[in-house]
């Protein structure tokens, strides 16, 4: 069975600072994985996906097959990336992560 | 330009007192989906719509069903709600892909029940 897990709960980290929110996955096929945000009192929605391998809002994902890990990174952290970060993995259907609050500090 | 949306935002049912949720778009996606999220977790696939064909996940219990009358609209049926069912439910569509853009999910911005 597909298997999502985002073993941080809660991530505090200053503005400025580098940011990673950890996701490993469990398939044993090629799924696609996404990264989902969710900002205060907003719907969730679709941040990026491996497989267009683009930045968004100066975020990136590598998938790392080896690893079974697709971390989102991003340089320095802004004020507004405060929110919930959920990754999926989508074969046939999208399993989540528990997902991970992510919080910005001054 | 609400493109999925969920009424009502916050629903309060008594225990055992049928309860109906609704979602409905304006995005003409021929898939729908609803998801339940209980605090703290993850949300979880309950069933989906492809046009009117319905695909119901394994462990998704009976207690629940849903209806779509229509492309727009679709609703969750709790005939009986527990107090485990207390939880946020989102609806989302398909966008499908085409040559220039991938597939994707749009949610709406949720349903929270509260089950007394």
């Known amino acids: 069975a597909q298997r999502v897990t985002q073993p941080e709960k809660l991530l505090s980290v200053f503005k400025g600072a580098p940011v990673e929110l950890k996701c490993n996955y469990s398939?044993?096929?090629?799924?696609?994985l996404f990264w989902y945000v969710q900002y205060s009192r907003q719907r969730l929605q679709l941040l990026l996906r491996?497989?267009s391998r683009e930045s968004i809002k100066g975020f990136t994902a590598d998938l790392n097959k080896g690893e079974t890990s697709f971390h989102l990174k991003k340089p320095f952290a802004q004020e507004e990336d405060s929110a919930m970060y959920y990754c999926?993995?989508?074969?046939?259907?999208?399993?989540f992560g528990t997902g991970t609050q992510l919080k910005v500090e001054l | 330009d609400a493109m999925v949306i969920q009424n009502p935002r916050y629903q309060v049912t008594q225990f055992g007192k049928p309860v109906t949720l609704s979602c409905s778009q304006t995005?003409?996606?021929?898939?729908m989906y609803w998801y339940q999220q209980k605090s703290s977790q993850a949300p979880k696939l309950l069933f989906h719509?492809?046009?009117?064909?319905?695909?119901n996940e394994a462990d998704t219990p009976d207690n629940f069903q849903s209806r779509r009358p229509n492309t727009s609209f679709c609703f969750l049926d709790i005939r009986s709600p527990g107090l485990g069912d207390a939880a946020m439910y989102l609806c989302?569509?398909?966008?499908?892909?085409?040559?220039?853009?991938?597939?994707?999910?749009?949610f709406g911005p949720g349903t929270r029940l509260t089950v007394l």
């Open positions: 491996h497989i």
């Open positions: 995005l003409n996606h021929n898939v």
């Open positions: 719509y492809y046009d009117k064909d319905f695909n």
């Open positions: 989302a569509t398909l966008r499908p892909g085409t040559l220039s853009s991938y597939n994707e999910q749009f």
């Open positions: 398939y044993s096929g090629s799924p696609e």
């Open positions: 999926a993995l989508r074969w046939g259907k999208l399993t």
